[in-house]
């Protein structure tokens, strides 16, 4: 049975800026509390302050910049968040831009491929307890996390094209896509999920997390208007042109407006009236997601705060 997820529509300058968030997941039935990476307020330190504050909940980082850590640093903020909180952790990778890997490392991963391969074989090899030994061309960890009893935490890696799926099916716990139609789950990421596990041996593959950004309808206002205010910045990065025009959804990055109205045409924005957005987002449990995050990011750049709280609350109620 697929779950509904919260993301927090915007980067925290300030960890108590969470806590009406994650009390939205506490107080209803939504599974558990996502963060992008931020460069403000850091996820794992947002969502220890809720929980000092009282607020104990799951949590999602979808996805953490892997040049932005060590993955033995990777692994042990993951397992602190899980001890802190006592709740499960689902903790998601990705290489970032190649622009972004070169600011931090001097040069891009002339392969992302392998560089997360190491990535996530080193964490989820420290996150067992067992002595890791990772010499690869990115990555070196002799290592091992002391063990300790607490709240599962699982892999996540973000997955935009065929390749990462496979990959994310043969290491993953899950799979995280962000902007990716229903479609392209069905016809793309599942199958190639699936492949990556069987060339693995997994008995089964891993599990999908889809961040689906939505707005609900808003009198006098175009939809593609919270399109572009909530993915504008991703429509500039070519890996997601790419992973769109798989999709059948052309961008350029050169005119945001269109770009933004293609995304609501080829159903990565999802829009409407209340009973139109619940079938539209039944159609990515339907394509194979176990999980869809709601992000509101738009509503709330165009909107404000209050409209996208009382939007969330309202989808959140007719979902679950």
Sequence with gaps: MTTYSVLIPFVPRRPEQVLPYAALV?????????????????PYQGFAHAAGVGFRVPTGIGVSLMPLHHPYTAALQARSLSLTTGQPVLAGFGPGAP??????????YASPLTAAREYLGTVRGLLTGRPVATEGSYYHCHAALPPSPGARVEVGLGVLRPGMARLAGELADTAITWLAPATYLRDTVV??????????????APTLTAVVPVALAVPDRDPAEFALAGSGAHLQGAHYRDMLRRAGINTTGSDPAADAKALVAGGAFVSGELPSLVEQLAEFAAAGADEVVLNLTGVFAACGPQVAMEQLKKILAALL
């Design 26 to 42: 506490q107080w209803t039935h939504a599974h558990r509390l996502w963060q992008g990476q931020s460069l403000l307020v850091d």
């Design 99 to 108: 622009t972004f890997q070169r600011d931090l490392l001097g040069a891009p």
């Design 191 to 204: 199958p190639a999920l699936r492949e990556g596990a069987e060339r693995a041996g997994r008995k089964a």
